[in-house]
């Protein structure tokens, strides 16, 4: 079964522009959670979408947009980069609906640097 | 508000044991463990569900205090392929989020 899948893996912007990234969830798995990990703040939850609606958000503003397709892949963008955003963008999927009852497969992420 | 992990980080020697607690301020519905390896993505431990099933790896155990809203997993007999950065996320029903601790460092010497 082939994993989860995150693309492109490596991105450089600068400043002022925006981004747009890709996953691609386990087959079967309709959950699909984007998480920023960095140094500084650690892993922390962006947003959760389940059957193409966004369900969970977390703390972040609203340059940070998601979707989700009916073939349950997922994509993040964040606009008006600024350098903070530099981080690993890193998606999970899970095959559970709620209440954490299944383990969430993550990808090998996204290292976005933002100069 | 993020689970609290403790220690931040540990230093074994092959074969010893450790363990790693996480605790949280909120009522909890299950709770996560991941561990992390330099450049690379979060791999999947254990899950501990309130009512006390546990789903993982057999050679790893963890427990969960429902009352007191903490978890903590138990590495015994450590190997040199322990060593990484330890995550436990937790989760109190809204959805399939999970609110990550900082991290356990966990390194072991031969």
């Known amino acids: 079964k082939a994993g989860v899948t995150q693309t492109p893996r490596y991105l450089i912007k600068t400043r002022g522009q925006q981004v747009t990234l890709s996953c691609s969830p386990i087959?079967?798995?309709?959950?699909v959670s984007w998480y920023q990990q960095t140094p500084g703040q650690g892993l922390q939850f962006l947003f959760e979408?389940?059957?193409?609606?966004?369900?969970n958000k977390g703390n972040f503003p609203g340059r940070f947009s998601g979707r989700q397709f009916s073939n349950s892949r997922s994509e993040m963008n964040v606009s008006t980069l600024e350098l903070g955003d530099s981080a690993l963008y890193l998606c999970?999927?899970?095959?559970?609906?709620?209440?954490?009852?299944?383990?969430?497969?993550f990808g090998p992420g996204t290292r976005l640097t933002v100069l | 508000q993020q689970p609290v992990q403790s220690p931040q980080a540990v230093i074994l020697r092959e074969g010893e044991d450790a363990v790693i607690n996480c605790s949280s301020s909120?009522?909890?519905?299950?709770v996560h463990w991941y561990r992390q390896k330099h450049g690379e993505a979060p791999v999947f431990l254990m899950i501990?569900?309130?009512?006390?099933e546990q789903k993982g790896h057999d050679k790893i155990s963890a427990s969960f205090n429902e009352k007191k809203q903490q978890s903590s997993l138990y590495l015994t007999a450590s190997q040199l392929s322990y060593s990484g950065t330890y995550f436990c996320?937790?989760?109190?029903?809204?959805?399939?989020?999970?609110?990550f601790g900082g991290g356990t460092r966990l390194m072991v010497k031969p």
């Open positions: 501990l569900l309130k009512g006390g």
């Open positions: 909120k009522a909890l519905y299950s």
């Open positions: 087959s079967g798995h309709r959950s």
């Open positions: 999970a999927s899970s095959l559970s609906t709620s209440g954490g009852y299944n383990e969430q497969f």
């Open positions: 979408y389940f059957s193409e609606t966004q369900r």
């Open positions: 996320g937790t989760n109190n029903n809204a959805g399939n989020m999970l609110t």
